[in-house]
């Protein structure tokens, strides 16, 4: 009879530690974006999705965040290796496109479409994705500058997915935080676009992690 309560407590006692186990698993995001995410001319390690990657090691979780960023990508361009980064296999994909198609007066329709492809074939690998969103200086007249801008908020609400509004507010126009380029995030505006974008990531990749967690067979 002891002997049968002492091997009781000591499954139950193994149950946390298994599913602790399971947390232990890094979780695999994938920056998919153009300059913005690759970091341009800044080393790999300043880049956000890099500085992303340690602050979330450092809030508990982790996690490997995969830099797919090309400078200069469009919308078109990026779906051409967008199988690249879904082999990734990641849980998350941070979608960071549109503002070279904006500059090119790409019409909204396109660019639309081309994110709804790349949000579409994510989602069809239970891939959770988080859209940022960008802006259309008016180059193109105002009425493109307010469809851009729209497009983002309704790809969000169309397909359930995460936005982050401009992603480059705060960084653009702010002396301390933008490269001598005048557009581009330096080091210090690549550590703030990493911080606006764990507020949104660190609550999914949480989830993830506690789902993540495998339930004990029964007894």
Not at 22 to 28: G, N
Not at 69 to 84: C, E, H, M, Q, Y
Not at 124 to 140: D, G, K, S, W
């Amino acid at each position: 009879m002891v002997a049968a309560v002492l091997l009781l407590f000591a499954l139950i006692a193994a149950v946390p530690a298994e599913a602790a186990g399971a947390k232990s698993v890094p979780l695999k995001i994938v920056a998919f974006g153009d300059s913005l995410t690759s970091g341009h001319r800044l080393p790999s390690k300043d880049a956000y999705p890099s500085v992303l990657q340690a602050r979330l090691k450092a809030a508990g979780l982790s996690a490997t965040v995969a830099n797919h960023g090309v400078s200069g990508d469009t919308t078109t361009r990026a779906l051409r290796r967008l199988d690249d980064a879904l082999a990734e296999h990641p849980q998350i994909m941070i979608l960071e496109l549109g503002v070279n198609d904006g500059l090119r007066g790409v019409p909204v329709p396109v660019v639309k479409a081309n994110l709804e492809k790349i949000i579409t074939a994510a989602q069809a690998q239970h891939i959770e994705v988080v859209l940022c969103a960008m802006e259309a200086l008016p180059l193109q007249g105002w009425q493109y500058t307010i469809a851009f801008h729209q497009m983002y908020e309704d790809l969000a609400a169309t397909y359930g997915v995460t936005l982050i509004p401009f992603l480059m507010n705060g960084v653009l126009g702010n002396p301390d935080l933008i490269s001598d380029d005048g557009v581009h995030p330096n080091a210090a505006g690549a550590r703030y676009i990493a911080e606006t974008v764990f507020e949104y990531v660190f609550p999914i990749a949480r989830t993830i992690g506690q789902d993540a967690a495998t339930t004990p067979d029964k007894l």
